[in-house]
C-alpha cells in the first residue's frame, strides 16, 4: 500500500467510523469489508438515492398532472351539473309584442303563429314592452316572464364570418377528384366567369358536399373560399331553425345581404338538412317555420343570376332525407360525395396533421394507416394531436411511434361508439 492510498484510506475511515459508534476503535480490516468494498457501496447507495429522488420527482409532477386533471374534471362536472339544472327547468315560449293594450295587458304573437292577450310579470319594467319586444312567456299561463335583451344585429351571432380563410387545398388529404368538381363548379365561375360565358353555360348555383361527419366537408369550403378571396359564410342549418325560432326566414334574407355587401362571397350552409327535409305533413307551427326558412333560401337561390359573385354550398350527413325541391336545377344542382378516407388518404391526412409536430424518426405511417382502418379525416386530427399530447405528458422531445398507438386505440375507442349510432346514408346519390 503506497503513503497516499494509506492516508485515504484514513480519512475515509473517520468519514464512517464515527466516535463513539460501535464501529469506533475497531482496526481497518477487522470490518470485514476492505477499504473499497465500503467505497462501492457508498457509490451504490448513491446511485440508488439519486435514482430515487428522481422516481420522487416523476411521481411529483404526475401528481401534480392528476391534481390539474382533478380540478378540471370538477369544474366540468360543475357546468354539467348547472346545465342539467337548466334542462329541468321548464321552457319558456319565445312571442314577439304586437301591441300595449293597458300597462299589464298586451298582445304578443307566440313564435309558432297565434296572437294572445297576456299578463304581465310585476317585475318586468313596463318601459322595455313595446311592440316587437322579444319576450319569453309563461308554458301555461302564457304571462310574460321576461323582456329578452335585444342586440343591434342579433342575426350576426348567427353567422360565422370570415373574410380571410387561411385553408389551402394542400391541407386537404386524400379529396383530389372533390377539390377539382369544386374548381370547375365554385373557383371558376368567382375567378373567371367569362370562361362560361363564352361557351354559353350557366356555372351551377349551389353544390352539395355530403358524407360522414369528419370527412372535410366544411375544410373543403374554406379553401374555396381563400383560392377564390371569397367571404366564407358559414350558417348552420339546426341553429337557424332552434335558436332563431320565427326568424329563420328573416335570418336566410340577412344571410343573402351580407353575402352580397362582403362579396365575392361563399354561403356555406351546415347540416342543410335541418331546414331542408322532406316533410309529410306541416300541422305543428315548428314545421312551418322550417318549411318558410326553406321558401326563402329557395326563393334567394333562384333570384340569384346577376349575383354570380356568391357562391352557395351546403353540406349534409343525410342527403336520403332532403326534400327534392332543393336538388332541382337551378338550385344545389351539383353533388359531390365525400367518402370517408382510404387507406392512402389517411396516410397523407395524419402527415398533414403531423407537418409542424416534432417527430422521431420510427414514425411508420403506412402502419398508422393500416392500423387507422374505418377513421374519418377528424378521427386522425385527434390521433395527431392525442399523440402529441401523450408526448408533452411524458416531457418527450419527440413524438414516437409508440405515443402514435396509444393515440389510435384511444380516438378508436371514441370512434366505435360512434359507429354504434345508425346512419342510413347511401354510397351515392342521384337527382
Ligand atoms: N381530408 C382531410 N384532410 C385533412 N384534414 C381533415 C380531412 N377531413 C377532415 N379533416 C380534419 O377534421 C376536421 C373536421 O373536418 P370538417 O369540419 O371539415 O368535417 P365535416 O365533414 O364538415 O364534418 P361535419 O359533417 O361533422 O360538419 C377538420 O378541421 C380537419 O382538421
Given at each position: 500500500?503506497?503513503?497516499?492510498?494509506?492516508?485515504?484510506?484514513?480519512?475515509?475511515?473517520?468519514?464512517?467510523?464515527?466516535?463513539?459508534?460501535?464501529?469506533?476503535?475497531?482496526?481497518?480490516?477487522?470490518?470485514?469489508?476492505?477499504?473499497?468494498?465500503?467505497?462501492?457501496?457508498?457509490?451504490?447507495?448513491?446511485?440508488?438515492?439519486?435514482?430515487?429522488?428522481?422516481?420522487?420527482?416523476?411521481?411529483e409532477s404526475e401528481k401534480r398532472y392528476l391534481e390539474n386533471q382533478k380540478i378540471k374534471y370538477e369544474r366540468e362536472i360543475r357546468k354539467l351539473q348547472s346545465e342539467l339544472d337548466r334542462m329541468k327547468t321548464s321552457p319558456l315560449i319565445i312571442g314577439t309584442v304586437i301591441d300595449v293594450i293597458k300597462n299589464?295587458?298586451?298582445?304578443?304573437?307566440?313564435?309558432?303563429?297565434?296572437?294572445?292577450?297576456?299578463?304581465?310579470?310585476?317585475?318586468?319594467?313596463?318601459?322595455?314592452?313595446?311592440?316587437?319586444?322579444?319576450?319569453?312567456?309563461?308554458?301555461?299561463?302564457?304571462?310574460?316572464?321576461?323582456?329578452?335583451?335585444?342586440?343591434?344585429?342579433?342575426?350576426?351571432?348567427?353567422?360565422?364570418?370570415?373574410?380571410?380563410?387561411?385553408?389551402?387545398?394542400?391541407?386537404?388529404?386524400?379529396?383530389?377528384?372533390?377539390?377539382?368538381?369544386?374548381?370547375?363548379?365554385?373557383?371558376?365561375?368567382?375567378?373567371?366567369?367569362?370562361?362560361?360565358?363564352?361557351?354559353?353555360?350557366?356555372?351551377?348555383?349551389?353544390?352539395?358536399?355530403?358524407?360522414?361527419?369528419?370527412?372535410?366537408?366544411?375544410?373543403?369550403?374554406?379553401?374555396?373560399?381563400?383560392?377564390?378571396?371569397?367571404?366564407?359564410?358559414?350558417?348552420?342549418?339546426?341553429?337557424?331553425?332552434?335558436?332563431?325560432?320565427?326568424?329563420?326566414?328573416?335570418?336566410?334574407?340577412?344571410?343573402?345581404?351580407?353575402?352580397?355587401?362582403?362579396?365575392?362571397?361563399?354561403?356555406?350552409?351546415?347540416?342543410?338538412?335541418?331546414?331542408?327535409?322532406?316533410?309529410?305533413?306541416?300541422?305543428?307551427?315548428?314545421?312551418?317555420?322550417?318549411?318558410?326558412?326553406?321558401?326563402?333560401?329557395?326563393?334567394?337561390?333562384?333570384?340569384?343570376?346577376?349575383?354570380?359573385?356568391?357562391?352557395?354550398?351546403?353540406?349534409?350527413?343525410?342527403?336520403?332525407?332532403?326534400?327534392?325541391?332543393?336538388?332541382?336545377?337551378?338550385?344545389?344542382?351539383?353533388?359531390?360525395?365525400?367518402?370517408?378516407?382510404?387507406?392512402?388518404?389517411?396516410?397523407?391526412?395524419?402527415?398533414?396533421?403531423?407537418?409542424?409536430?416534432?417527430?422521431?424518426?420510427?414514425?411508420?405511417?403506412?402502419?398508422?394507416?393500416?392500423?387507422?382502418?374505418?377513421?374519418?379525416?377528424?378521427?386522425?386530427?385527434?390521433?395527431?394531436?392525442?399523440?402529441?399530447?401523450?408526448?408533452?405528458?411524458?416531457?418527450?422531445?419527440?413524438?414516437?411511434?409508440?405515443?402514435?398507438?396509444?393515440?389510435?386505440?384511444?380516438?378508436?375507442?371514441?370512434?366505435?361508439?360512434?359507429?354504434?349510432?345508425?346512419?342510413?346514408?347511401?354510397?351515392?346519390?342521384?337527382?
Amino acid at each position: 500500500m503506497t503513503e497516499s492510498t494509506k492516508s485515504k484510506d484514513e480519512s475515509m475511515r473517520s468519514h464512517l467510523v464515527k466516535p463513539g459508534s460501535v464501529y469506533d476503535g475497531i482496526e481497518p480490516g477487522e470490518l470485514g469489508e476492505t477499504t473499497e468494498s465500503v467505497q462501492d457501496r457508498v457509490r451504490q447507495l448513491e446511485s440508488r438515492n439519486s435514482f430515487l429522488e428522481e422516481q420522487c420527482s416523476q411521481i411529483e409532477s404526475e401528481k401534480r398532472y392528476l391534481e390539474n386533471q382533478k380540478i378540471k374534471y370538477e369544474r366540468e362536472i360543475r357546468k354539467l351539473q348547472s346545465e342539467l339544472d337548466r334542462m329541468k327547468t321548464s321552457p319558456l315560449i319565445i312571442g314577439t309584442v304586437i301591441d300595449v293594450i293597458k300597462n299589464d295587458r298586451i298582445i304578443v304573437r307566440s313564435s309558432n303563429g297565434p296572437q294572445f292577450l297576456v299578463n304581465v310579470s310585476q317585475y318586468i319594467d313596463e318601459k322595455k314592452l313595446l311592440p316587437g319586444a322579444k319576450v319569453a312567456l309563461n308554458q301555461h299561463t302564457l304571462a310574460i316572464a321576461e323582456v329578452i335583451p335585444s342586440t343591434e344585429e342579433p342575426f350576426v351571432a348567427a353567422m360565422e364570418v370570415i373574410e380571410s380563410v387561411e385553408v389551402d387545398y394542400d391541407q386537404i388529404g386524400g379529396l383530389d377528384e372533390q377539390i377539382q368538381e369544386l374548381q370547375e363548379a365554385v373557383e371558376l365561375p368567382l375567378t373567371s366567369p367569362e370562361r362560361f360565358a363564352r361557351i354559353g353555360i350557366e356555372p351551377p348555383k349551389g353544390v352539395l358536399l355530403y358524407g360522414l361527419p369528419g370527412t372535410g366537408k366544411t375544410l373543403l369550403a374554406k379553401a374555396v373560399a381563400h383560392r377564390t378571396n371569397a367571404t366564407f359564410i358559414r350558417v348552420v342549418g339546426s341553429e337557424l331553425v332552434q335558436k332563431y325560432i320565427g326568424d329563420g326566414s328573416k335570418l336566410v334574407r340577412e344571410i343573402f345581404e351580407m353575402a352580397r355587401k362582403k362579396a365575392p362571397s361563399i354561403i356555406f350552409i351546415d347540416e342543410l338538412d335541418s331546414i331542408a327535409a322532406r316533410r309529410l305533413n306541416e300541422t305543428t307551427g315548428a314545421d312551418r317555420e322550417v318549411q318558410r326558412t326553406l321558401m326563402q333560401l329557395l326563393a334567394e337561390m333562384d333570384g340569384f343570376d346577376k349575383r354570380k359573385n356568391i357562391r352557395i354550398i351546403a353540406a349534409t350527413n343525410r342527403p336520403d332525407v332532403l326534400d327534392p325541391a332543393i336538388l332541382r336545377p337551378g338550385r344545389f344542382d351539383r353533388l359531390v360525395h365525400v367518402p370517408m378516407p382510404g387507406i392512402e388518404a389517411r396516410g397523407k391526412i395524419l402527415k398533414i396533421h403531423c407537418e409542424k409536430m416534432t417527430l422521431a424518426e420510427d414514425i411508420d405511417f403506412k402502419k398508422l394507416a393500416k392500423a387507422t382502418e374505418g377513421m374519418s379525416g377528424a378521427d386522425l386530427k385527434a390521433i395527431a394531436t392525442e399523440a402529441g399530447m401523450f408526448a408533452v405528458r411524458r416531457d418527450k422531445e419527440l413524438v414516437e411511434m409508440e405515443e402514435f398507438l396509444e393515440a389510435v386505440e384511444k380516438v378508436s375507442m371514441a370512434a366505435d361508439t360512434q359507429k354504434m349510432m345508425p346512419s342510413n346514408l347511401p354510397e351515392t346519390m342521384f337527382v
